[in-house]
């Protein structure tokens, strides 16, 4: 059974009965397999108020019940299998990245003094706020879309702290990130010299993943930088107030496989961010943390994805030092 909530929020005078034939086929085809069954939730009424939507839906559960002749929905055993085990080894990881943490002022070489990392991702994903949250002020501008790559730099728990942030790409296709965008983010990486030490690509936890989405993200990191990017790749979700108490493990494992496919394809290198609070010092700190095993793990090198030689640092850096509103950029929900 389909769940509308939010009918409140539908213009006056619509019915749900309009709404399911106004917005198109797609949804028409999810009514339909569910056997048009379907409920409309007026989020703004109060348990108080005549609320007869909770027992109209208890009716319509016991006939659909009624309809199956009282069977009820068993979950394949090979799924929950599935499940468990793909719950087991985000678990596993994240025992591993505590560890590592806690070995880390232990480890020979200790901490690269600086960190150089290029935030990467699709349009009005809070690429910008995501950099102002690690570097812990408002270097970037937030709430408008970015055009030209912008370098800042800032100490943050004991380390020199690089960022370049970047213009977003296509959500869709490689072919619509216009040239010059595709362009910007590869001056981006030479505005690091001589090479990014990570590339955050910032993902919204409010967003979902699809195969097509995922394709395209991979395709604008392997074109753009290499097929080697993968090993300098970190998911940063960005959002993470949306998570609320839920772990961000369980958000991995709800957001369905082609999110687990892209994290496989970054090393199962992640973080989670509320960017809306910057300089929120632990979560800043454990991240930083992960980038710095990652780096050991790729030798203590920096990336160097392209010839840069051609890139004219100049027309790429802005020299804008004025400070950026306060407003900070919404999520976008695709």
Known sequence: MVVFTGVDKLPKGVFIEEHIANTGEPLQWLVERCGSRYHAFDNTRKDTEDNTQVPELMEKVEEMITDNQGWYFEVNELILLEEEQARRALEEERMRMEEHARQREQMIGGPPRELRLLLLGWKGVGKSSVGNTILGRRFFESGQETE??????????????TIVDTPGWDWFSVRRTPKR???ESQRGAALLRPGPHTLLLVLPVVSSLTARKRRTLLAHIETLFGDSACLHTMVLFSCGDWLGRTPIEEHILRGG??????LEFCGNYYHVLDSKIPGKDRSVSVL????????????DKAFLPIQTEWLSEESSYSSDNTEPEDDCRGCQLQ
């Open 181 to 183: 965008i595709r362009q």
């Open 257 to 262: 496989r082609e999110l687990q496919r892209l």
């Open 288 to 299: 930083l943390d992960k980038m710095e095993e990652m780096i050991r793990e790729n030798g």
């Open 148 to 161: 030209l790559c912008l370098r800042r730099q800032a100490l943050v728990s004991g380390r020199r702290i």
